[in-house]
C-alpha cells in the first residue's frame, strides 16, 4: 500500500521561506514522477509543481515559478518543496502526490495523495 506522508508546513510571515516534505513508502519510489499541489480555503484544489522519476525534469504553476523549488532523494524516498518569498496567496493545505502517468499527475488524476500540510503565509 502506497503511503505519502507530508510535513514542514506552519504559519510564516510573506518574505519568509519554507520546506515541505514528503516521506512516501510502499512503491518502488525511485520509477515514481511526483508532484504537489495545493488548495487554498473555499477554492479550488490547484497544481503547483511535479518531478520527474529521474530527478532531471521539473514543472511548475506560473505562480510559483522562480519561487518555489520541488526535488527528490530516492535514496531516502523523499520529495521536498522548497518555497521562498512567500505570499499571502500562497496560502493553503499543501498535498504530495504520485503517479506512474505524470500527465495524470499534473491533471489532478493522481492515484496516490497524502493528507496535507497546512500552510499560513501572514501579510
Known amino acids: 500500500q502506497v503511503q505519502l506522508v507530508e510535513s514542514g508546513g506552519g504559519l510564516v510571515q510573506a518574505g519568509g521561506s519554507l520546506r515541505l516534505s514528503c516521506a512516501v513508502s510502499?512503491?518502488?519510489?525511485?520509477?515514481?514522477?511526483m508532484g504537489w499541489f495545493r488548495q487554498p480555503l473555499e477554492k479550488e484544489r490547484e497544481f503547483v509543481a511535479s518531478?520527474?522519476?529521474?530527478?532531471?525534469?521539473?514543472h511548475y504553476a506560473d505562480s510559483v515559478k522562480g519561487r518555489f523549488t520541488i526535488s527528490k532523494d530516492n535514496a531516502k524516498n523523499m520529495v521536498y518543496l522548497h518555497m521562498t518569498n512567500l505570499k499571502p496567496e500562497d496560502t493553503a493545505v499543501y498535498y504530495c502526490?504520485?503517479?506512474?502517468?505524470?500527465?495524470?499527475?499534473?491533471?489532478?488524476?493522481?492515484?496516490?495523495w497524502g493528507q496535507g500540510t497546512q500552510v499560513t503565509v501572514s501579510s
Open positions: 502526490v504520485a503517479d506512474k502517468a505524470i500527465v495524470a499527475l499534473e491533471d489532478g488524476r493522481g492515484n496516490y
Open positions: 510502499g512503491t518502488t519510489f525511485s520509477t515514481l514522477p
Open positions: 518531478i520527474h522519476w529521474s530527478g532531471g525534469w521539473t
